[in-house]
């Protein structure tokens, strides 16, 4: 094949995908903030992807606190600045660690769920039955999830944040000897808004690209078990690809000067 053509085969194919994802998330949106609701299925995927997820986000912010904090203790040794541990934590925890891992681990457990679940109804023909029975699938399936990502994932980043500054303070007091009056007076008089806000932003903002790829690759999977599979396994990878770029952008956007 001329490498000219195969280039451009390339190109139409992204430019395909590109512009049914756009038309799909428009779809979403349109029906996410227009009646009708459906509150218990909202509900219900709020618990799921809120109340279910702690445990994984837990252990995942308590354990990147300590290591940072051993870490920042580790090179700030060498210049005498071990006082800045505190700030170091809470800043890198509230404004990137928080959201960023608490993103990627979800989009492992919720988005790689959500394909799988509307993946297997989309193969057994179950959202072409909905469509018969005169209900809309985007407004049935799709909508109540991206509510309940955007929803749960910054009471989730707000979880992760306490969790991962709680690790490091136990490493800086119990480990490196660290005055606990005084650790935590530095967390607390270091921590702006701004930081914590921007934090809930990104979350927000994951939640949506999480649930919206886990929705987009398992509505539109096809052929079979291992349409799903591959549905899933897109949902994981895309979602996380997109948090690295967003968090990017987000944090150009609130802190670049």
Request: with cysteine; proline share 4%.
């Amino acid at each position: 094949m001329n490498p000219l053509q195969a280039i451009g085969r390339v190109v139409l194919k992204f430019l395909e995908t590109t512009g049914r994802l756009i038309t799909f998330m428009s779809l979403s949106l349109s029906h996410a903030v227009r009646p009708p609701f459906y509150p218990r299925i909202i509900f219900r995927q709020m618990i799921d992807i809120g109340y279910y997820s702690l445990p994984v986000v837990g252990l995942t912010a308590v354990f990147a606190g300590m290591v940072l904090a051993l870490q920042s203790y580790t090179g700030f040794s060498r210049f005498s600045a071990e006082g800045a541990i505190a700030n170091v934590v809470v800043l890198s925890i509230t404004r990137e660690l928080g959201p960023v891992l608490a993103g990627l681990m979800v989009a492992g457990r919720i988005g790689a769920s959500l394909a799988a679940e509307i993946g297997t109804m989309r193969v057994t023909e179950q959202i072409d039955a909905l469509t018969t029975l005169s209900t809309n699938p985007m407004k049935y399936l799709v909508a109540p999830r991206l509510i309940a990502g955007v929803a749960m994932f910054p009471l989730l980043v707000i979880v992760a944040d306490v969790i991962g500054v709680f690790g490091g303070y136990l490493v800086a007091v119990y480990k490196l000897g660290f005055n606990p009056a005084n650790y935590l007076q530095n967390t607390w008089d270091f921590l702006t808004a701004e930081d914590v806000n921007s934090g809930l932003v990104k979350a927000a903002v994951f939640g949506f690209i999480v649930t919206l790829m886990g929705c987009y690759h398992g509505y539109n999977s096809k052929g079979g078990a291992q349409g799903v599979g591959r549905a899933t396994t897109n949902a994981v990878v895309s979602a996380c690809i997109l948090i690295l770029c967003s968090d990017y952008i987000l944090t150009e956007m609130f802190f670049a000067k």
